[in-house]
């Protein structure tokens, strides 16, 4: 079955860096888009970013204002999340989750990992 | 960017009730691309509807989900304990995705 593990997360000073990843199995990782949502504390789910099968194309939440990057090696089927200048609105779980189709909008997201919980705090 | 408003944002009902969650686009949306998420405490979030009305796989038919334009309805037959959780409406037709803000369902 589909299983999506997330790693990377901790505690970071505002303005810091982390790569988030997510190990990938169970299912053709190459065949699929892949996304990030986070959820802050006690809120609601916010997309992050988009990245087609083939990593040919990628997409961001503007909210977020280029600071963070989506990247995938389909060699080794993990899923990445670079994220930079990070404040303490950065603070959040952040889910890998599988798109059911390649990554073109029009497919819905139907598999979730377990979420990677990341704080920013001085 | 469609705005999806969900309503209410706490429904409490008793075991055996029917629930019924609203929520609404900023804009005529397909219908095509619309989807529902439970997310029970603790938990990441799991698929239980596309495409409006379509259940996704091993959700039970007391799950069905309706709605075209700008107003979709999650209903819940039958409420049993389990199903206290939080939902979320989800539009996927258009980049950035969006989520409502979410309805939380209390089992009294």
């Known amino acids: 079955q589909v299983q999506l593990v997330e790693s990377g997360g901790g505690v970071v000073r505002p303005g810091g860096s982390l790569r988030l990843s997510c190990a990938a199995s169970?299912?053709?990782?190459?065949?699929?888009?892949m996304h990030w949502v986070r959820q802050a504390p006690g809120k609601g789910l916010q997309w992050v970013a988009v990245?087609?099968?083939?990593?040919?194309?990628?997409f961001h939440a503007d909210a977020l204002g280029g600071r963070f990057t989506i990247s995938r090696d389909n060699s080794n089927n993990i899923l990445y999340l670079q994220m930079s200048s990070l404040t303490v609105e950065d603070t959040a779980v952040y889910f890998c989750?599988?798109?059911?189709?390649?990554?073109?909008?029009?497919?819905?997201?139907?598999?979730w990992g377990q979420g990677t919980l990341v704080s920013v705090s001085s | 960017e469609i705005v999806l408003t969900q309503s209410p944002g706490t429904l409490s009902l008793s075991p055996g009730e029917r629930a019924t969650l609203s929520c609404r686009a900023s804009?005529?949306?397909?219908?095509?691309?619309f989807a529902w998420y439970r997310q029970k405490p603790g938990q990441a979030p799991r698929l239980l509807i596309y495409?409006?009305?379509n259940r996704a796989t091993g959700i039970p038919d007391r799950f069905s989900g309706t709605g075209s334009w700008t107003d979709f309805t999650l209903t819940i037959s039958r409420l049993e304990p389990e199903d206290v959780a939080v939902y979320y409406c989800?539009?996927?037709?258009?980049?950035?995705?969006?989520f409502g803000q979410g309805t939380t369902l209390e089992i009294k």
């Open positions: 989750a599988r798109d059911s189709g390649r990554g073109f909008t029009g497919h819905v997201i139907d598999s």
């Open positions: 169970g299912f053709s990782f190459n065949d699929h888009g």
């Open positions: 989800h539009y996927y037709g258009s980049s950035p995705y969006t």
């Open positions: 804009q005529s949306v397909s219908s095509s691309y």
């Open positions: 495409g409006t009305s």
């Open positions: 990245i087609w099968y083939d990593g040919s194309n990628k």
